[in-house]
């Protein structure tokens, strides 16, 4: 049994005339009526009682009808989503983020990709330090990172999306809590939450360098491994937190976040492989290119005529 005879069968069975259904189907009528027959033989049932003035569905047409109808609109939408996913508009982007890139960037992505990627799904997975990212990129387990540079792992390109200047997160009852801002010097006595040494954390080494230019080294009195974490343990009064500006997008109840006036920024960027090829990710970094997502001006995204 072929495709084709289906879609005539169903062409008769809606038309109820074999002319008409070979005029639909742009063909003779005779060969139309010689396939019907067949796929009766190959059946061994009749679909249609025919007269000279009439076609009618016997029963057993109309239950093949149903099915008939079912198969032909799930071939159709297989058809129609293969073409969505080779010309990159739709299928699964799976994104890596810095657990503090959740709080602004992420919602942003999330934003563009629903309103002109309405058929791509996001594979979010947060609370990855760059090292994290790299591999994830390297291995194929996502096909981007927002992610902080620099990037050590060959074959990763990446672009500036923010430059997000340090800022310190204190208990709500902490004494610099009433303060406008602060500056590095001011929190050299403060026990401070970090993330963990062996992350290889590119906050923790702008905090560290920040530090030193300011003539101390941080106590490192906890280590977490994701922002959040890091936050909730503020707001239990263990410590002051420095962190990117971005985390000021979720407000925790008990932390008070401050600008700190000489401490360095941090870059946050968006990070692919330099060989993926794939339709949605050059459908992304169009959407990104067109709504000014890129901090080094707009730059050609190579792509087929199915790119968006």
């Known amino acids: 049994m072929e495709l084709r005879h289906l879609r005539y069968f169903a062409a008769v069975a809606e038309t109820r005339h074999f002319g008409k259904a070979a005029e639909h189907l742009h063909m003779a009528q005779p060969p139309l009526s010689q396939a019907i027959r067949r796929l009766e033989t190959e059946l061994g049932v ?14 057993a047409g109309e239950v093949f009808r149903t099915d008939v109808e079912r198969i032909l609109k799930a071939v159709d939408e297989a058809v129609a989503r293969v073409g969505r996913f080779a010309s990159g508009t739709e299928g699964v982007l799976r994104v890596g ?15 563009l990709v629903k309103r002109e990627m309405p058929q791509v799904m996001l594979e979010v997975h947060t609370e990855m ?44 009852e902490h004494w610099l809590g009433e303060a406008d801002s602060v500056r590095v010097e001011q929190l050299r006595h403060e026990n401070f939450i970090m993330y963990g040494a062996s992350l290889g954390s590119v906050v923790n080494d702008a905090v560290v360098r920040s530090c030193l230019a300011s003539g101390f080294y941080p106590h490192r009195a906890y280590e977490v491994t994701e922002t959040s974490a890091a936050l909730a343990l503020v707001a239990a009064g263990l410590g002051v937190a420095v962190l990117p500006d971005s985390i000021r997008s979720a407000p925790r109840e008990g932390v008070v976040c401050k600008g700190i006036e000489d401490a360095l920024s941090v870059r946050l960027d968006l990070a692919w492989r330099e060989d993926d090829e794939s339709p949605l990710l050059l459908n992304l970094l169009k959407v990104l290119e067109r709504n000014d997502m890129f901090l080094d001006g707009p730059q050609a995204v190579e792509g087929g005529e199915g790119a968006a």
Do not use: C, K, N
């Not at 291995?139 to 990763?156: K, N």
């Open 46 to 59: 009749d679909l249609f009682t025919r007269t000279t003035r009439q076609v009618a569905l016997t029963g």
């Open 97 to 111: 983020l810095t657990g503090s890139a959740s709080y602004r960037q992420l919602p942003l992505l999330a934003r």
């Open 129 to 172: 330090l760059t090292p994290a990212q790299e591999s994830g990129l390297t291995e194929r387990r996502l096909d981007v990172g927002v992610l902080r540079p620099p990037v050590r792992q060959e074959g990763i390109v990446h672009r500036p999306i923010a430059d997000e200047p340090l800022v310190v997160a204190v208990p709500e």
